[in-house]
Structure formats: C-alpha cells, structure tokens
C-alpha cells in the first residue's frame, strides 16, 4: 500500500458563523490526514476496468470503515466483484453517498507510478484519483467522521461503493434498484459545484458487412469500409445539426466515432467492417429516442448505397439525468459550501458526461453530483486531484448529513 503522506495542505477553512453546534461537532471529527491516507490507501489498490477488479479495493475499503465502528456488506454483482454498502444511523429518511470503485486502465505516458498515490505541490497523483477514488476517499471519511462524533441521525446515512461505472454501471444499476436513498450524492469530480442535470450514454456496435474479392476487380465485391465511412460523414452531419440546439449548461448532444476496424489486407477488398459509436444524450431527450436516430441514418444509408449490410448493437445505456426533486438536496449542499467559505456557481450548472446518479434518479431519489475534482483531468495520464478539494468534499457531505438528518 502507499506509504505515509510526505506533505499537507491547508486547512479549507475555520468554523464559520452560520454552523451550529452539532455541524461543529462533525466538522471536529474529521481528520484530514485520514482522508488523504485513505486515498492514497485506494489509489495502491488497482481497480482497473476492463477486466473489473475492483474486489481487493472493496474489501479494503470496509476494512477501514469497520475498524471506526460502521457496519459494513459486501454484496457480490458479479464473481469477485462486489459492492460494498455501508450504514451509520437509524431507520427513517436515507441519505446515499454513492461512488465507483473501478478505474479505466492506467494506460502510458505516466510521469509518476500510476498506483503510488505520489503527493506533490498540494495535489496526489495516481489512477482514479480524480475518477473517482478522491470521491469515495471524502465520502468514506464522512462517514466515519459521522459515527465518530457520535450525533444521533434521525435516519440512516448509506454508503455505496459499486462496481463497474466504467463499463456497464451494473453496481449502480443493482444499488439503485435494491436499495434506492430519499437523498443521492455521487461524489463523481464535480468542480466544487452541484450538478442537477447530466447527459445520458448510448454507445453502439455497428458492423457493416460487404463482399471480399481481389482488389484488382473491387467493382465485384463490396467494401464494407466505404460503407463505414459513408456512415461516419452522415455522423458528422448530424452532429452539425445538434450542435446548433445546445442545452442550457450543458452543450449540444453529440457523436464521437471511438473505433474503426476492418479489411484483411491491401489486396482484399474489405468484406467487414466495426465501428464503435458514442451518442450522448440531453436530459429533454429518451435513449429510446436517441438511438431511433441513429437507426434512422442507417436507413438513409441504404437509400445511398442500395444493397447495404449492417448490425447494430447496443453496448451501453446510461439515462440521462433529468433533475428531478432536487431543490432541496441541491440547497443544503449549496449552502453548506457558502458557509465554509466557498463560491457558489449560479446558474445551476449540468455535466456533459453520464454518472450512476441517473440510475438513482430512475429508481425515485433526488439525486444530484458533487465531489473533489476535475473532470477535464480524469482518464488522463498523471491524473490527479488537489488535496484542498479532498477536505472541502469532505466537509461539505458531513454538512449535509447532519442538515438532512438531525433537523
């Protein structure tokens, strides 16, 4: 595991005016150098998806929770790939903090070991740490911050740490769906804002099929790569027409062609031809919807090009997140942050990228995104996340535990 921390930040900031004896209490219990251990603890423990190894970063983690007294399950999705769920409280209203415990691949071009949780100029380096390990690091240490103050709740704070965002969100979707909170954070890298409204996902499996014969002769056959790439010109003239109807905060839906693979060689015409597509999709839009278009250019492919053989496949679904009942949730996150001295975005901001929150928001919650970090940096080389931002999230979700809970 990592070892200890070799630098510190600075405290976000003396107890304000506006908390109240019980806030203080919680804000007294945390300890910052636990969370940033806990963190580098994470990052050390590879969670990479694919393959989806996330089960020696799940039993770590309730380790640590169970050792400061909160009870703890782990609930298998898939062989050796459970989630794990935590409590703190009583029966009654139910807070969720939600966050994923997988990664994507490491990957090249890392400056730094990409599992050391290296700390440097205020910031800790590693995969996950943006996406999303500092999330689940601050919510973690809510939580125990929580139990160790030892308020009465007046319901229950939940912990989900899932499986499988990077892929097919089937922690979330399970979590969701068996143990769905009246109140959902996911602590996903929100910027220091409150997210209310996201995209939703659709990724595609396009296979389009032709006819091999000796290149010599191509008018024999059929190339199902120039199929392809007729198809990817009637993509980007679609994304054209969309980008001219942005949302509000969040930008146009768009299309991204991720891969292209087919032929056999220069002398063979191309008898097959895959392509993975990305659409993502507007709160005012239905996956349903979203993937009748697609079908759609398909379909006008074939009057261009008579004789065309195609498959589609539907790989991945996230719905998108509509901002159903959040003003609350939304209001004690928001004034939480105001009085521990931080700046609230107005207007209320969405996200361009698809969370689990979606799923909870499905299953009736109020659901919302809020955590340390920075999108734009996640799924990079040298990820990383500002230590500042640990601490803040870290106070901002105990805030709204107590505020939620006691009152």
Not at 118 to 141: E, F, I, P, S
Request: charged share 20%; glycine share 12%; hydrophobic share 40%.
């Amino acid at each position: 595991m990592a070892p200890s921390a070799d630098s510190s930040t600075d405290d976000p900031g003396t107890v304000p005016r506006g908390i109240g004896a019980l806030e203080s209490c919680v804000l007294e219990a945390i300890d910052d150098a636990e969370a940033l251990q806990l963190l580098r603890e994470l990052i050390a423990c590879p969670s990479e998806n694919p393959p989806g190894n996330e089960g020696a970063c799940a039993r770590f983690l309730a380790s640590f929770l169970e050792r400061r007294g909160v009870t703890c399950r782990l609930v298998e999705v898939a062989p050796g790939r459970p989630n794990l769920y935590a409590t703190v409280g009583t029966s009654g209203p139910t807070l969720v903090l939600c966050g994923h415990l997988d990664t994507v691949p490491a990957g090249g071009g890392w400056t730094v070991d990409p599992f050391s949780g290296t700390v440097t100029g205020g910031h800790v380096y590693g995969r996950g740490a943006c996406d999303m390990k500092a999330g689940v690091a601050a919510m973690a240490a809510a939580m125990a911050a929580v139990k160790r103050s030892g308020i009465l709740l007046r319901g229950s704070l939940a912990l989900h740490a899932v499986i499988d965002e990077e892929v097919g969100s089937a922690g979330a979707r399970k979590a969701a769906a068996e143990q769905p909170g009246d109140w959902v954070i996911v602590t996903e890298p929100s910027g220091g804002r409150v997210l209310v409204t996201g995209n939703g996902q659709l990724n595609f499996e396009i296979v389009f099929h032709g006819k091999a014969v000796h290149s010599s002769h191509p008018e024999d056959g059929r190339n199902a790569i120039h199929d392809a790439a007729g198809f990817i010109c009637l993509v980007e003239e679609q994304a054209r027409c969309l980008a001219t109807a942005p949302c509000p905060g969040i930008g146009p839906a768009t299309y991204s062609v991720g891969l292209v693979k087919g032929g056999r060689g220069g002398s063979t015409v191309a008898d097959r031809c895959e392509l993975t597509l990305d659409r993502r999709v507007l709160p005012s839009e239905g996956l349903d919807a979203a993937e009748a278009e697609v079908r759609r250019l398909l379909s006008r492919l074939e009057t261009e090009r008579p004789g065309l053989g195609w498959e589609l496949t539907r790989t991945v679904a996230f719905p998108p997140l509509r901002g159903t009942n959040t003003g609350r949730l939304e209001q004690v996150l928001n004034d939480a942050l105001v009085d521990l001295g931080r700046t609230v975005a107005e207007p209320s901001h969405g996200m361009r990228f698809a969370t689990d929150a979606a799923w909870y928001e499905a299953a009736g919650g109020s659901a919302v995104v809020f955590g340390p970090g920075d999108v734009a940096i996640a799924h990079q080389s040298d990820e990383h996340v500002a230590i500042e931002e640990l601490n803040t999230s870290t106070r901002v979700l105990a805030l709204c535990c107590v505020r939620l809970l006691t009152l």
